[in-house]
């Protein structure tokens, strides 16, 4: 499954850009990694009720034609299991294994859970991402880790990864690329017509240095008319070209799965930063990197004074943190769209990327936030799939009815299977992995949003249990009151088993004739029953209140033949 454990020894790092900045004379990130997480929506097919469960299996039918190839996890030769895996797996615990791994094959045959629910599909097309952030800066260049697509069995969500480097880049510089990079579209456009809040251009390219895709922020007519045409959002061409074949759910172009943005347009990320000195970065500093905010002076605060009087407390874990102390030099920053880890680039522990804190941020920290992202994407996907039903339904249309029952029952199954496939609490009893994990899904709020898509799910099935115990009582008070009158005829007729007209002896036709006779008023008077079912049911729990005179109960009897008063036509 895991397609961000292969390749683990990062490449041989180079110049930030091309040419090399001048370095800030304060701070430098001796090391800068940032991995982006984008959950998308999968869109299924226009046929009614089409919900594909492995959405992989569409690309891998493409052969050649499809950048994208499966990645192999690590759970195959021993000879290659090393202990970076090992100490990967043994973090998580055995219900969060079985989903991140799957369950191997015993003596007796497959196991009972089989393989992991997650397919990873990685492009290899695409190793370095130049950056210009402005027009007054050279541009950066990074180099790229992995591309990889996770997809998730029975579940319409997609998340792109996309993970990427740098040496010695200057700490304004790395608190920009926080910023800008991970920008699905501009927010607005400065008055120059250039994106805002975004890079001014971003390039992919190839290991031969050939430019493969380029950003177009620029391009304000775009995305203006794009979304008044489809009332949602298009997405900056580089980022259309890396998943490809899929295409945006709205776009002309021709996809094999297409796709529509399910959350924010910013990107949640993890960043991974070296210091020389991490105690020399400030107060400002830790709050720009942690809230992911603009650029700005260390000696300042992005927010007001107010904002951040609790900021440690909030947004710091400092288990391994104290600024006084230099062998505790590790810090975790978390606001929920951001996960960043701080510390000391002369520490062999905190870089090493094996079994260090490198390799555990690539590899466990990053498994914590999929799964947290994960949740919160397919939560949402729920509440969607609601509105959408809610929106569709005509409750004065049988057929519309129908329909809602079907895709309120079909989310409640969805719902289930995910709560005990997909959802935890808890990942891990190791105290520093646990403790971030409920420290990320409490800035997500994912607890609160399981509560209030589950407590509306299961509202809407208990809505349309109770409508269809309703249902079923008018049809038994129906039938109740046709076969009451029923019962005095079948009494009348039958009693002692005597017929009251012998007509054995008469010719055939004139049998069939009087069972005519009596078939049709006996139609009639059974329609009329039904249709008056309700006066006659009230007519008969009248006759059984000894409370009431026997004129109080031919009134209610008389209302079958009053005429109802007719309903004020709104203008």
């Keep these: 499954m895991n397609g961000h454990i292969q390749n683990t020894q990062p490449r041989e790092t180079r110049s930030v850009s091309d040419p090399t900045p001048p370095a800030s004379p304060l701070v430098l990130v001796r090391h800068f990694r940032q991995i982006l997480l984008w959950p998308l929506r999968v869109m299924p097919g226009q046929a009614e009720g089409t919900h594909i469960s492995k959405y992989w299996e569409i690309l891998e039918t493409m052969g050649e034609q499809c950048p994208w190839r499966e990645v192999a996890d690590e759970f195959g030769d021993p000879k290659d299991f090393q202990e970076r895996h090992y100490k990967e797996f043994i973090t998580f615990l055995p219900y969060v294994q079985r989903f991140l791994y799957g369950e191997g094959t015993g003596r007796e045959g497959p196991a009972g859970y089989g393989k992991s629910p997650i397919r990873v599909l990685r492009r290899r097309d695409i190793a370095r991402m130049r950056v210009v952030l402005d027009e007054q800066t050279p541009p950066l260049l990074f180099q790229i880790a992995h591309v990889d697509l996770y997809f998730f069995y029975d579940i319409d969500i997609i998340i792109l990864v996309v993970e990427f480097f740098a040496n010695d880049l200057p700490l304004l510089l790395a608190e920009d690329v926080l910023f800008k990079i991970g920008r699905a579209y501009p927010a607005f456009w400065e008055a120059n017509g250039r994106g805002a809040e975004c890079p001014y251009r971003v390039e992919w390219l190839s290991e031969a240095g050939q430019r493969l895709a380029v950003s177009d922020y620029d391009d304000r007519d775009k995305y203006l008319q794009f979304t008044c045409q489809h009332r949602s959002p298009n997405i900056s061409a580089h980022w259309e070209y890396l998943l490809r074949p899929l295409a945006l759910y709205h776009s002309d172009r021709e996809g094999a799965i297409r796709y529509r943005q399910i959350e924010y347009h910013r990107m ?69 769209h951001a996960f960043v880890v701080v510390g000391k680039a002369s520490e062999p522990f905190f870089v090493d990327p094996e079994t260090g804190l490198l390799g555990q941020f690539r590899h466990q920290y990053f498994l914590v936030n999929l799964i947290a992202h994960f949740q919160k994407a397919a939560l949402m996907l729920f509440s969607e799939w609601l509105v959408v039903a809610v929106s569709q339904l005509d409750i004065h249309d049988l057929d519309s009815v129908k329909v809602f029952k079907r895709e309120i029952r079909r989310i409640m199954g969805t719902l289930l299977r995910f709560t005990e496939r997909y959802w935890f609490h808890e990942v891990s009893n190791q105290t520093q992995v646990r403790d971030l994990f409920r420290l990320l899904t409490g800035h997500l709020d994912t607890d609160r949003i399981y509560h209030d898509v589950g407590t509306s799910i299961k509202d809407m099935n208990e809505y349309l249990d109770s409508d269809s115990l309703r249902r079923q009582a008018n049809t038994v008070v129906r039938l109740t009151v046709v076969t009451t009158l029923g019962l005095i005829a079948t009494v009348s007729t039958g009693f002692l088993g005597m017929n009251i007209f012998d007509e054995a002896d008469n010719p055939a036709w004139l049998k069939l004739l009087i069972l005519l006779m009596v078939l049709v008023p006996s139609t009639l008077l059974v329609n009329y029953a039904v249709a008056h079912s309700k006066v006659l049911s009230d007519f008969m729990e009248a006759l059984a209140d000894k409370r009431l005179t026997w004129w109080d109960r031919l009134q209610i009897l008389f209302r079958i033949w009053r005429k109802p008063p007719e309903k004020a036509v709104k203008p």
């Design 268 to 336: 949640p990320l993890l960043a991974y930063l070296s210091f020389s000195d991490p105690h020399a970065l400030t107060r400002g500093d830790f709050a720009r990197l942690a809230l992911v905010t603009k650029a700005g002076p260390s000696d300042t605060l992005p927010y007001s004074t107010t904002e951040l009087t609790d900021f440690e407390q909030r947004y710091c874990s400092d288990r391994f943190w104290d600024p006084i102390n230099p062998t505790l030099s590790s810090r975790y920053l978390c606001c929920g």
